[in-house]
């Protein structure tokens, strides 16, 4: 009797360590994501976002900010192998990076490298470092350079787990991130825009009042969802067709100045 009474003691014990702890846990993270400015939710344009849809979504009924960012998956190297590392632009309202060692990339060519990463290829502040795209497209597509600058070393609140995510190139892992200056991307559009909701910092994360305040706000960004890919389309195939005469004026042109030198 007296043995099953301890074990039993024991075991109520530790449920209400594990009960206890549950909610300083969601107040210490929920502080940890506020003091940091991590968003709430994430928008991503298969085809790009433009500034008038970021303007777009800050207009939406529960939305109190929204921000355009830039940010692209590369090969880096480790050694005598190549990992997966996802190069995203510096925020100025959101995400803010936590600088272990030296500081945050200031100009085009400087990067931050994350914390966890730098054991893979026993990167240290100041090495160079180059990326290789992964697929058919060209690096210069989206980064003005392939050669960069480690000025930093630190961690970001977008990742508070050991998984980095997922990835189309590579082995198909992402390893670590990179954080660059918006000056080294050199892209037309946003790849995605983040966004933050209104009342939302004052609820708990991980908490049904926060779950319902994001989700509301979702379901209001997906109701411009249509409007806002229409008017995207309608804008690529302008810019398609321009290139088109553009290019056939050329050719006419060329076309012209053979015939005159014959």
Do not use: W
């Amino acid at each position: 009797f007296i043995s099953i009474f301890f074990i039993v003691a024991l075991g109520v014990a530790f449920y209400s360590g594990i009960r206890s702890s549950q909610p300083s846990m969601l107040i210490s993270g929920d502080a940890y994501f506020d003091r940091e400015e991590l968003m709430d939710i994430k928008v991503i344009g298969t085809m790009g976002l433009t500034d008038e849809d970021i303007q777009a979504i800050s207009e939406v009924k529960g939305i109190a900010e929204a921000e355009g960012s830039y940010s692209k998956d590369v090969l880096c190297p480790t050694g005598e192998n190549e990992k997966v590392v996802h190069v995203m632009a510096a925020q100025e309202n959101f995400n803010t990076v936590q600088v272990v060692e030296g500081r945050m990339p200031e100009k085009e060519g400087e990067c931050l490298l994350d914390e966890d990463f730098v054991a893979y290829g026993d990167y240290q502040v100041g090495d160079r470092i180059t990326f290789r795209s992964g697929d058919d497209s060209e690096l210069s597509e989206s980064l003005t350079c392939d050669t960069f600058t480690i000025v930093g070393i630190g961690n970001s609140p977008l990742y508070i787990s050991f998984g980095r995510g997922n990835s189309l190139i590579g082995n198909g892992e992402v390893s670590g991130f990179v954080v660059v200056d918006k000056s080294s991307f050199n892209l037309d559009v946003y790849t995605e825009a983040y966004v933050r909701v209104s009342d939302a910092e004052d609820a708990v994360a991980f908490t049904k009042e926060y779950e319902d305040l994001t989700d509301a706000a979702k379901a209001a960004i997906e109701e411009i969802e249509e409007e806002r890919c229409k008017a995207r389309r309608e804008e690529v195939l302008e810019e398609a067709n321009s290139e088109i005469a553009d290019a056939e004026k050329e050719l006419d042109d060329k076309s012209e100045e053979l015939d005159a030198a014959k």
